[in-house]
């Protein structure tokens, strides 16, 4: 895709969501938040946020190495790059920086780092899918579903990642076996290696739920602070369905766009009046958007000119 029709689609998008979500009475809430909103639950939310690009490191750490240990710096500030890069550019085109920013800090081929972050990815869909359909069974939102239905949609996608790793580590042997793609599938599919010992499994998939749960903590504490209607259920349900549709390649300007018109639908959903669901829906942006573009730069500014071994990972 051409970068200037790139930006126009992504500016496209960011209109047509902000033609959705803004109304006159709700300008007129947003521009009393800056005296109204509590800010201790903002600041925490804040510090949230940084710890949950800690955990994603980690989790690359686990994913890339198949070691337990603890992230180095590098890669804490990769993540933060990554994530904000995911934000400033538009249809996810942040996700290309991670391999290239692991080839030059830890000398990981393109393909490698490729391949560990689609993992991640697909985890990741996983788990916030499991947390959306928990929610809403926690919520009773089941419309002609038995609650019992989602309780076990929800334990399946539970173990969909160890099934996931155990049937792709099957195709990873057979393509190796084949001589025009058993190079680029061996490294293509090196995190499936990493993850190979069960107790490394166990260690990244819990890293995501932790990453995602602490992530939906976070949300609780914005709407809480900036509206009395978003129960924490609600909250974790609108941050599960943020998540999602933040992961599709459609977004606009700042990231602005289809995660928080999921948000606003699944909150009202929960029974969240319309007004609040967006009020809280653009709170919520506008601290993972700073926390995004601050560590961000931060990670950018003081990773300048440096270059860590592999070890460090």
Same mark, same amino acid.
Request: net charge positive; proline share 4%; charged share 10%.
């Given at each position: 895709?051409?970068? #200037?029709?790139?930006?126009?689609?992504?500016?496209?998008?960011?209109?047509?969501?902000?033609?959705?979500?803004?109304? &006159?009475? *709700?300008?007129?809430?947003?521009?009393?938040?800056?005296?109204?909103?509590?800010?201790?639950?903002?600041?925490?939310?804040? #510090?949230?946020?940084?710890?949950?690009?800690?955990? +994603?490191?980690?989790?690359?750490?686990?994913?890339?190495?198949? +070691?337990?240990?603890? &992230?180095?710096?590098?890669?804490?500030?990769?993540?933060?790059?990554?994530?904000?890069?995911?934000?400033?550019? &538009?249809?996810?085109?942040?996700?290309?920086?991670? &391999?290239?920013? #692991?080839? +030059?800090?830890?000398?990981?081929?393109?393909?490698?780092?490729?391949?560990?972050?689609?993992?991640?990815?697909?985890?990741?869909?996983?788990? =916030?899918?499991?947390?959306? =359909?928990?929610?809403?069974?926690?919520?009773?939102?089941?419309?002609?579903?038995?609650?019992?239905?989602?309780?076990?949609?929800?334990?399946?996608?539970?173990?969909?990642?160890?099934?996931?790793?155990?049937?792709?580590?099957?195709?990873?042997?057979?393509?190796?076996?084949?001589?025009?793609?058993?190079? =680029?599938?061996?490294?293509?599919?090196?995190?499936?290696?990493?993850?190979?010992?069960?107790?490394?499994?166990?260690?990244?998939?819990?890293?995501?739920?932790?990453?995602?749960?602490?992530?939906?903590?976070?949300?609780?504490?914005?709407?809480?602070?900036?509206?009395?209607?978003?129960?924490?259920?609600?909250?974790?349900?609108?941050?599960?369905?943020?998540? *999602?549709?933040?992961?599709?390649?459609?977004?606009? *300007?700042?990231?602005?766009?289809?995660?928080?018109?999921?948000?606003?639908?699944?909150? #009202?959903?929960?029974?969240?009046?319309?007004?609040?669901?967006?009020?809280?829906?653009?709170?919520?942006?506008?601290?993972?958007?700073?926390?995004? *573009?601050?560590?961000?730069?931060?990670?950018?500014?003081?990773?300048?000119?440096?270059?860590?071994?592999?070890?460090?990972?």
């Amino acid at each position: 895709m051409r970068p #200037m029709l790139s930006v126009l689609l992504a500016v496209a998008v960011t209109a047509g969501c902000l033609w959705f979500l803004l109304t &006159p009475e *709700i300008l007129k809430s947003l521009g009393r938040l800056a005296t109204e909103a509590q800010l201790l639950p903002i600041l925490a939310a804040f #510090m949230l946020g940084a710890l949950v690009q800690w955990l +994603r490191a980690w989790r690359f750490a686990v994913m890339t190495t198949g +070691r337990l240990a603890l &992230p180095g710096v590098a890669l804490v500030r990769i993540a933060f790059q990554l994530n904000g890069l995911n934000f400033l550019l &538009p249809f996810r085109l942040g996700e290309l920086s991670y &391999p290239v920013l #692991m080839r +030059r800090h830890y000398g990981y081929s393109l393909l490698h780092s490729a391949g560990v972050l689609l993992l991640a990815r697909l985890f990741d869909l996983a788990t =916030v899918g499991a947390i959306l =359909v928990a929610a809403a069974a926690m919520l009773h939102l089941a419309v002609g579903v038995n609650r019992v239905v989602l309780v076990l949609g929800a334990l399946g996608l539970v173990v969909a990642p160890f099934g996931l790793a155990l049937a792709a580590r099957a195709l990873r042997l057979r393509m190796a076996q084949s001589s025009g793609t058993g190079e =680029v599938a061996a490294r293509l599919t090196a995190g499936l290696a990493a993850i190979g010992d069960r107790h490394v499994a166990m260690t990244a998939v819990a890293l995501g739920f932790a990453i995602w749960l602490v992530f939906g903590f976070a949300a609780i504490l914005v709407a809480h602070a900036v509206v009395a209607t978003v129960s924490p259920g609600a909250a974790m349900l609108g941050a599960a369905a943020g998540n *999602i549709a933040f992961a599709l390649p459609i977004n606009g *300007i700042a990231g602005i766009g289809p995660a928080q018109a999921a948000w606003v639908v699944a909150t #009202m959903w929960a029974g969240v009046p319309r007004d609040d669901a967006v009020i809280s829906a653009l709170a919520l942006h506008a601290v993972v958007l700073t926390n995004a *573009i601050v560590l961000g730069a931060l990670a950018t500014i003081t990773g300048l000119g440096r270059k860590s071994p592999a070890s460090n990972t």
